[in-house]
Structures are given as C-alpha cells and as structure tokens.
C-alpha cells in the first residue's frame, strides 16, 4: 500500500472534499463574522473563499498543512497558519491564541480510519514542519469541548491524547497548546507511524455519486 504525508495543496483539498472532508467549506477560523457572511452560503462561492485563504497562506507564509494520502486516496488533513493570519479566532471566548504559536485551523479524518492512529500522525507531522522553522515555540488549537463548539476542529480528548495541554479552560471552546520543545523525541517518526497503519486502512475510493454531503459548522450560526 502507498502511503505518503503531502503538503497541503490546493487539488488536494478539492480531492478532499470529494472524501466528504467539509474543511474547504469551514470558513470558521480563516475568515471575520463580516467576511464569512459575505462568503454567502452557497457551496462553490464558500469553497472559492478558502481556497482564496489557503492561496494567501502559501504565498505569504509558506507550507501550511499536512495531507495522509494512502493508495492516492487522501484520508486526512490538517490545516494551519499563525493566529495573525487566522482572523476568525479572534472571535471565540477563549482567544486570542498566543503569538509564538501556530494555530491549527482545521483537522479531519475520514469517518471509516477514526480511531486508527491517523489522526496523531498528522499532529506529529505538523510538529516536524514546525521545528525546522525559526521563532516558533508551540502549537495550539481551539477545541469542542461541549455542545455549541465551532466547526472545524476536534474534540478536547483528542487533543490532551496527542500531546496538547489546556491553556485556557472554557466549557464549549477550551484552548490548547502543545510545546514544540515536547516532541523532538517523536517527530521523526512520521514514516515509522505511517508503517504501522498498514494493513489497518484500506481506502475505499467514493464513487462521484456516493460522495456524502458536505457539512460544516462555522460557529456563528
């Protein structure tokens, strides 16, 4: 089986939400109140308004994500930028996050490989792309700890499982860290983990018309 960590690539992220990941309509963390009402709520115009982001992203910041793609079949995503380029964080109880940290924006793994190690891969390569840049010391997130939590994100036990530590407490939307000083032992082992899910995921490509609908939450709805 191939298997292969990916930057984050705008055909990518189409070809992800032909898996039915809703992270190219989830405009929560990538864009203001007044700029997600104005992205409007028809799908390609949303879907336009995050490839827009993500562009931005990779022209003034550089890589910004990390796809699981197994047999050319992507399975999982993980999105990030700094908090100064993530406008929408700005608007959550818990906020801001800290400047020496990367916020990750979205995170998504397909329903039918939840609970099979992908989703740590991602974080731990996320944390191999951080510690090779300069001038960044954590990684953090907001994530669903109760009902009424913004899309986009993953549920607090998720997080604390993967290394994360909580920062700031709040019921619905607590925010993360994670030290990126904490995961020099593992974050070379991104190839080794990918290893060990062989045999546990066997993508089963969507036909285009069993792609299940796609939804998301942008919190302020």
Do not use: N
């Amino acid at each position: 089986m191939a298997r292969r960590v990916h930057p984050l690539t705008l055909d990518l992220l189409e070809r992800l939400e032909e898996q039915g990941c809703p992270a190219r309509q989830c405009l929560t963390w990538a864009l203001d109140p007044v700029h997600r009402a104005r992205a409007g709520e028809e799908p390609d115009e949303r879907a336009a308004a995050k490839d827009a982001w993500v562009s931005e992203l990779l022209r003034e910041w550089g890589s910004c994500g990390r796809v699981l793609v197994f047999d050319q079949v992507p399975l999982a995503v993980v999105v990030y930028a700094p908090p100064a380029l993530a406008p929408g964080a700005g608007a959550v109880p818990t906020a801001p996050a800290s400047p020496d940290a990367v916020l990750v924006t979205d995170i998504w793994v397909h329903p039918r490989h939840r609970g099979r190690g992908l989703g740590r891969v991602l974080v731990q390569a996320t944390a191999r792309d951080l510690a090779t840049r300069g001038g960044l010391r954590a990684v953090e997130a907001f994530a669903a700890g109760g009902p009424g939590a913004p899309g986009c994100t993953a549920p607090l036990d998720f997080w604390l499982r993967t290394g994360f530590r909580t920062q700031r407490a709040h019921p619905v939307v607590p925010r993360v860290r994670m030290d990126l000083r904490s995961t020099v032992s593992w974050v070379d082992e991104v190839e080794a983990a990918l290893e060990r899910l062989v045999g546990v995921v066997r993508p089963v490509p969507v036909p285009d018309a069993a792609v299940p609908a796609v939804h998301r939450d942008d919190g302020d709805r």
